[in-house]
């Protein structure tokens, strides 16, 4: 490998560091320069997180609405979406942001759940209540055979129960 290959991935590694700093603080002015720099906005850290984890653990709603016009991947891991962890993060405001940049509230992941199935399973109340204001799919079944209306049984959860119950 080449130093020139050495010193372009190092600048690189640098610039998507210096974005994920950036977005932590709110600094739009700083991220579109990096931007225009050519930084990667998919490009992950070490433990496989983009700019879209980052805009979303940091609650940065003009950030999350920025990456998505360049098209960043809503992965935000190898294994969670951008929807699944504003779920996560009980962040309704986040979630909001998500379905309004057109992102589907009932993407399903890896295992064919959704994001209503994992707040039920994580008793994410404000997420659920959201999901569900926005016709998020009770009766789905994941792979598990395991439905956001089956768990609220399998969990007891009889709040969840009446709520699934009047709209089925």
Do not use: P
Not at 33 to 51: E, H, M, P, Q, S
Not at 59 to 80: A, D, P
Not at 114 to 131: C, E, F, G, P, Q
């Amino acid at each position: 490998m080449s130093n020139n290959i050495l010193i372009n991935k190092d600048f690189s590694n640098i610039l998507c560091n210096e974005l994920f700093s950036a977005i932590s603080k709110g600094k739009q002015e700083k991220i579109d320069d990096l931007i225009n720099l050519g930084v990667d906005i998919n490009f992950r850290d070490t433990k496989g997180r983009n700019a879209l984890f980052w805009a979303i653990y940091h609650r940065q709603i003009n950030i999350i609405k920025k990456l998505l016009e360049l098209g960043v991947s809503t992965k935000v891991t190898s294994s969670l979406t951008a929807i699944n962890y504003a779920v996560y993060k009980n962040d309704v405001k986040v979630l909001k942001c998500l379905k309004n940049c057109g992102l589907d509230l009932n993407e399903l992941d890896d295992v064919n759940s959704t994001a209503l199935i994992y707040a039920v399973l994580y008793n994410k109340i404000k997420s659920v209540d959201y999901l569900v204001e926005n016709n998020a799919c009770v009766k789905h079944e994941d792979m598990l055979g395991n439905s956001a209306l089956s768990l609220a049984y399998d969990l007891k959860i009889q709040y969840l129960i009446k709520k699934f119950e009047s709209l089925v």
